[in-house]
């Protein structure tokens, strides 16, 4: 089946550095890929949609200039945490798809982000 | 606006059978899902509805009547390990995945 590589699992950076996760499709072509964030006992709340070779499109409320989505590839989507802040921990997942199916959306395993 | 409601948590025990209700108002509709979310891990496919009905998958089904904007959840023979996170997300018009907030299910002994 579909498989998505989200790298690192966890991370811990001091409060004004930048992270990035990545998150990669296996063996498929995602076309479009999707990045949320889960705060502790909460659902995911979808930040972002990217589309390969274009620009995101983020979802209200979401700094653009803060959350750097980058698309470059069929196969990887980046995600740049820029100046993160100890609010900015978190559980980020990214999503890909690229499949005809309607219901063809796999998960990464995730990225626990701790900030201090 | 979008609003997925679903029960906050549930408690159920081992060999039993639950039910989790999951109602939803959404911008357009394209399917729903089911999710399995452990403690600290991602999302786990369990199902995906687009038509009305009940579907079937092994000790798992989900329901769904689009007229209503009602799904649910069914499991039957319940085990220890099915002591996770269920979330009813929505496959709106624009092709994103919307979650609700999921029900935490306990299982006891």
């Known amino acids: 089946g579909a498989v998505v590589s989200q790298h690192p699992s966890w991370v811990i950076c001091k409060s004004g550095t930048s992270v990035k996760i990545e998150c990669r499709s296996l063996?498929?072509?995602?076309?479009?890929m999707f990045w949320y964030r889960q705060f502790p006992k909460q659902s995911l709340m979808l930040m972002a949609t990217?589309?390969?070779?274009?620009?995101?499109?983020?979802e209200q409320g979401v700094e653009k200039d803060k959350f750097l989505i980058n698309h470059a590839s069929l196969t990887l989507s980046t995600l740049t945490v820029t100046s993160a802040h100890p609010e900015d921990s978190s559980f980020y997942i990214c999503s890909a798809t690229g499949r005809q199916e309607r219901w063809g959306y796999t998960f990464g395993s995730g990225t626990r982000l701790t900030v201090v | 606006g979008q609003n997925i409601d679903q029960p906050t948590e549930m408690t159920a025990t081992e060999g039993a059978i639950v039910q989790i209700n999951c109602t939803y108002q959404t911008s357009g509709f394209n399917g729903l899902f089911w999710y399995q979310q452990h403690a600290g891990e991602a999302p786990t496919f369990l199902s995906y509805?687009?038509?009305?009905g009940l579907e079937e998958k092994g000790r798992f089904s989900s329901f769904l009547s689009r007229s209503k904007g009602y799904s649910y959840l069914l499991l039957k023979e319940l085990q220890m390990k099915d002591s996770a996170s269920y979330l009813c997300?929505?496959?709106?018009?624009?092709?994103?995945?919307?979650f609700g907030k999921g029900t935490r299910l306990h299982i006891l002994p």
């Open positions: 990217s589309n390969e070779g274009s620009k995101a499109t983020y």
């Open positions: 997300a929505v496959l709106n018009r624009d092709d994103k995945i919307i």
């Open positions: 063996d498929f072509q995602a076309t479009t």
């Open positions: 509805n687009v038509l009305d």
